[in-house]
């Protein structure tokens, strides 16, 4: 496999399969910085699923009726999303692991 279907296949980590829909993952600027390590904009894609099943179970969201619309709106509302940094870092990360080996170091 070619570096090029290595970052593609990396990329498609970030659009959440949630109830059958292919959700991806809005992108975010942490401004101000949030405190919550979920909110930050760096979160992996499971973290984010998992607060994201978190926040819609705490505020009666529910993830099954709605669009990918909705569900990436609400993942705004909620802070949760990636900033280019956490992007560019797990990109990197997923090529270095599927290519060396190794990781990055958070």
């Known amino acids: 496999m070619d570096s090029s279907q290595i970052l593609w296949k990396g990329y498609q980590r970030f659009i959440l399969n949630?109830?059958?829909?292919?959700?991806?993952i809005p992108h975010r600027i942490n401004i101000p910085p949030?405190?919550?390590p979920r909110r930050q904009g760096k979160s992996s894609p499971q973290d984010m699923l998992k607060q994201l099943k978190e926040d819609?179970?705490?505020q009666n969201f529910n993830l099954q009726t709605?669009?990918?619309?909705?569900?990436?709106?609400?993942m705004r509302g909620n802070k949760l999303g990636l900033d280019?940094?956490?992007f560019?870092?797990?990109m990197l990360d997923y090529l270095l692991l599927k290519t060396k080996g190794k990781r990055l170091k958070s």
């Open 34 to 36: 949030d405190p919550h």
């Open 56 to 58: 819609a179970t705490e």
């Open 18 to 24: 949630i109830y059958g829909k292919q959700v991806p």
């Open 66 to 74: 709605a669009s990918v619309k909705e569900i990436q709106q609400f």
């Open 84 to 86: 280019c940094s956490g």
């Open 88 to 90: 560019a870092f797990r």
